[in-house]
C-alpha cells in the first residue's frame, strides 16, 4: 500500500537501514565507542573527541618476593571529524510512492555510494599497521598464502575468535578459484557458483573493491640506522597514536634530497627481531616498522623516520629483541614508487569505527535523526515552491582509528 506521504523520518529510516546492509569494512570493526561520547539531545558537531586507553601490560615474577609494578595505561584521542552526505529531490509525485519502490529507485543507489566512501575511509588506516606478510605484488590465490596473515596473528597472541580478512576482488576470485580444487563439496560448489569462500582459517573472509593501493617510496639510496641506543621507554612514547608506540628513528644513507618513504610504508631493520607482546620470546621474523607521516631526505642523504612500534627492549611493554646497531641496514618493502593492493586480515578490535547523531541547526525544519545498529543519518528537507521539488540532504558524522595495530596484518600472495 502506498504512503499518502513519505515522511523524512520515513526516509531516513530507511536510509540507515540500507547503508548498514551495504557497509562491508565497516561493519567489521569494533563500534562500541559511540556510547563514550557524552550523550547531547541537540547531538555532535565536527571535531568532537573522546579519550581511549591503552591496555596495560605486566611481568611476572618467579618466587615468592613480591615485586609490585605500576599499572601503567597509556591513552589516545578519538575524533569525530569525518561529515559525508548524499543531496536528493523528490517531486511531490514521488513523495506518494511506496517507500520500498522508492527506496530502490533512489535511496539505495545514494547509501551504497555512501557506503563505499566509509568503507575507503575505514580501509585507508591500513597505513597505521606494521604486519605485513606475503610478496608485494602477488596474487593471494592458495591456502598457503592465505594462512600467513592467521600465522602471523598466531605468533603475535592476536585473539582467534572475531577475525576477519577484506581481500581485493583480484585476491578473492583467486582464493575461490583454488577452493574448487578441494575435497570439500560444499566448499568447493560454494566458491565454484556463487564465488563465495567464507572463512578460511579462523577468518570470516570477504571481498572488496574499496581495498587501497598503497605507493611505496623511491626508497632511494642505501638507507642505515644512524647511531645506537635509539630505544625508548614506554612511559616516554604511551600517549602517542599507538598502543605499541611512535617515535622518530634517525636515520642516513638515503639518496640526497628524495621523497624517501611515503606514509604506510614498511621496512624492517637488520638484527632487530619481533617480540610476542605477552611472552616477550623472541620471534623468528623481523619486526615490521611503519612510516607513520612521507619522509623526505636531506641535501647528505639524512632522514628522521616517525615509526611504530617504537622501540621497546625490555619490561612489561617490550616490542623489539633489541635496539637497531649504528649502520644496522634499513629495507623497504616492496619496489620503489610501485603500487600494492592492501588486504587486510584483523581482529576486530584493530580498528574502531564511531558514528553519531549530527546537530540538529538552529532554524532547520523538519529534521529528522535515524539510528540503526550504531549508524545514525541526519535528513534535511528543503522545498522550492517554484517546481515543486522537495530536496534533501543527509548526512553522516563519525571517526575512524587504528585502536590497536598489533591486532592486524597486510596480506599479498607469494611467488
Known sequence: MANNLLTTTIIARAAARILENELVMAGLVYRGHESEFTKKVNGYEVGETISIKKPPQFTVRTGATVSNQDVVEGKMSMTVGTQKGIDFAFTSAELTLNIGELAERVIRPAMVR???DID????SLYQDVP??????GET?????????????LDLGAVPTDMR???????????????QTALYMQNVAQSAYRQGRIGEIAGCDTYRSQNAPTHTVGTKAGTPLVNGAAQNVTYDAVKNTEAV???QDLVTDGWSNSSAVLKKGDVFTI???YAVNPVTKAVLPHLQPFVARADVTSSGAGAATISISPAIITSGAFQTVSAAPADNAA???LGSASTGYAQNLVFHKNAFALAMVPMVRPPGAVDVSRESYKSLSVRLIPYYNGSNDVSSYRLDVLYGKKTVDERLATRLSGTA
Not at 575507503?120 to 580501509?123: F, G, S, W
Open 120 to 123: 575507503q575511509d575505514v580501509m
Open 140 to 152: 593471494v590465490n592458495s591456502f598457503a598464502d592465505f594462512a600467513k596473515a592467521p600465522e602471523r
Open 131 to 136: 604486519n605485513w606478510v606475503g610478496t608485494p
Open 270 to 272: 637488520a638484527g632487530v
Open 114 to 116: 555512501l557506503a563505499n
Open 244 to 246: 605499541g608506540g611512535i
Open 330 to 332: 634499513i629495507t623497504v
Open 164 to 178: 576477519s580478512a577484506v581481500l581485493t576482488p583480484t585476491d578473492h576470485w583467486a582464493m575461490a578459484g583454488s
